[in-house]
Nanobody, 115 residues
Framework: QVHLVESGGGLVQPGGSLVLSCVFS????????MSWYRQAPGKEREFVAF???????NYATSAKGRFTISRDNTKSTVYLRMNSLRPEDTAMYLC?????????WGQGTQVTVSS
């Protein structure tokens, strides 16, 4: 059974940076596509970034040029480096693993951007 654990969130000032991590276990990480989503209070969950099993990437418009998704298959971990953070980036950030029609979610890590 796939298990995802996110970490790296916290409080950061506008313009600051954070690196989120999502550790994957319970299956063959190399075969999975991985994504980051976020959900702010009172808002719907939204896509942030995607990295395929072949390390192809895709980003939401709001993340392009500021966020970078990467994966380390030796550590079964996907990362999200976030630069130039804005107050509107404040949300719970969740990791998603996708293989075929099978989807698994982590519990999330909170990111708060505030002065």
């Amino acid at each position: 059974q796939v298990h995802l654990v996110e970490s790296g969130g916290g409080l950061v000032q506008p313009g600051g940076s954070l690196v989120l991590s999502c550790v994957f276990s319970g299956a063959s990480f190399n075969s999975y596509s991985m994504s980051w989503y976020r959900q702010a209070p009172g808002k719907e969950r939204e896509f942030v970034a995607f990295i395929g099993a072949g390390s192809d990437t895709n980003y939401a418009t709001s993340a392009k040029g500021r966020f970078t998704i990467s994966r380390d298959n030796t550590k079964s971990t996907v990362y999200l480096r976030m630069n130039s953070l804005r107050p509107e980036d404040t949300a719970m950030y969740l990791c998603r693993a996708l293989y075929g029609t099978t989807s698994n979610w982590g519990q999330g890590t909170q990111v708060t951007v505030s002065s």
